[in-house]
C-alpha cells in the first residue's frame, strides 16, 4: 500500500454524530446521528428536498457541518488526508440543476480523491483518466458535457469513474435516475463486482430496481432528519407520511452500528411530497 495511507485499512468508513447543515440561513440537515461499517451497501432514501444530496456532500466534507462531528476511517474530518479512499458521483444535471460538468470531470473525480489534499492531477493520473474513459468507449465524448449524454453513455461514464478511483468508500448520487433497465442492470453488476471487493456503499436512490439486492440497510430522509435506518423498505413504505413515528427506536437492536435515537419530528414543517 502507498505510504500516504494514514487511515486504518479496516477503520469504520463512516461516523457522523448530530450533524447539522444550514444553507443559507436555512437547516437542511438537523442532528443526523449515522454510521456507516465497512462493506456495507447503504441506501439513502427519501423525497426530492429531503437532504440526501446534502448528505452526501456534508459526508464527503464539500458541505461543512454547521454543527456535529464527522469522522471518516476513524479519523475527524478536519485531520482526513486520505482521500483517496473515498469516491464520490455527484447526481447527474438535469436542466434545472447548475452547471453540467464534462464526462472527463466526471471521471476524473474519481481520481481526484487519490491525489494528495490540494495537489493537482499529475500526468499519471490523466492517463488513468483517460484509460478509464476508453474503456468504456467514450473518448469521443470526453470533452462534452454529461447532460449531453444518453442514460446509458452516462451510466459508463460512472463506471468510468469508479475505474479511475477503485475508493474503499464510494457515494452514488442517483445513479440511474433516467437510465434504461439493461443500463441499471449493467451499473448493478459494477457495484455488486465493487461490493464484493470489499467496497463500502452509499447510495442515493429514490428507486432501488435492480440494485435492491445488493442493499444491507436503507436510511430514510424526511425533511433533513432521519426518519428510518434500518432494513430495505419498499418505495411506497418510503413515502408513508407515518415513517418515523411509530418507531421512536427504528434502528434494528442487533445491528452493530451505533444507534442513534431520533431527533423529535417537526409535524409543523412536515411536507408531503409527491414525486413521480
Ligand atoms: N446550494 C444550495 N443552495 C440553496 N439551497 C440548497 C442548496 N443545496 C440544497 N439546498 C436545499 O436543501 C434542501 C435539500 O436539498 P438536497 O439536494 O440535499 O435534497 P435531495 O434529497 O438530494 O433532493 P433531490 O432528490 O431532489 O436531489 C432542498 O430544500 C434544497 O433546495
Known amino acids: ?3 500516504r495511507r494514514q487511515s486504518a485499512p479496516d477503520a469504520t468508513p463512516v461516523v457522523l454524530r ?3 447543515v444550514t444553507i443559507e ?44 462531528e464527522l ?7 478536519d485531520h482526513f488526508h486520505d ?8 447526481q447527474r444535471s438535469t436542466a ?14 474519481g481520481r481526484l480523491t487519490r491525489r494528495g489534499v490540494l495537489r493537482p492531477l499529475t500526468r499519471a493520473d490523466r492517463r488513468v483518466i483517460d484509460e478509464a474513459i476508453s474503456l468504456v468507449g467514450l473518448e469521443a465524448k470526453a470533452r462534452a458535457g454529461v447532460s449531453t449524454l444518453s442514460g446509458g453513455q452516462h451510466q459508463r461514464a460512472l463506471i468510468a469513474r469508479a475505474l479511475a478511483g477503485e475508493p474503499d468508500l464510494l457515494f452514488l448520487d442517483e445513479p440511474t435516475a433516467g437510465v434504461d433497465l439493461p443500463n441499471q ?34 436510511v430514510v430522509l424526511r425533511d433533513g432528519r432521519v426518519v428510518h435506518d ?26 452493530d452500528h451505533v444507534p442513534h435515537v431520533l431527533a423529535p419530528f417537526d409535524d409543523t414543517s412536515q411536507r408531503q411530497e409527491d414525486e413521480h
Open 1 to 3: 500500500m502507498l505510504s
Open 18 to 20: 448530530n450533524g447539522s
Open 25 to 68: 440561513g436555512r437547516p437542511v440537515l438537523r442532528g443526523i446521528d449515522l454510521t456507516v461499517t465497512s462493506g456495507e451497501f447503504i441506501a439513502l432514501m427519501g423525497a426530492n428536498g429531503s437532504g440526501k444530496s446534502t448528505l452526501v456532500r456534508a459526508l464527503t466534507g464539500l458541505r461543512p457541518l454547521a454543527s456535529g
Open 71 to 77: 469522522e471518516l476511517f476513524a479519523t475527524p474530518i
Open 83 to 90: 482521500w483517496r479512499r473515498v469516491g464520490y458521483v455527484p
Open 96 to 109: 434545472t440543476s447548475g452547471v453540467p460538468a464534462s464526462v472527463w470531470e466526471v471521471v476524473a473525480s
Open 185 to 218: 442492470l449493467a451499473l448493478a453488476d459494477t457495484l455488486r463486482t465493487l461490493k464484493e471487493r470489499g467496497s463500502t456503499v452509499v447510495l442515493v436512490a429514490h428507486e432501488l430496481g435492480p440494485m435492491e439486492s445488493l442493499v444491507d440497510r436503507a
Open 230 to 255: 434500518g432494513p430495505r423498505l419498499t418505495d411506497a413504505q418510503v413515502h408513508d407520511p407515518d415513517l418515523g413515528h411509530a418507531h421512536h427506536h427504528p434502528s434494528p437492536p442487533a445491528r
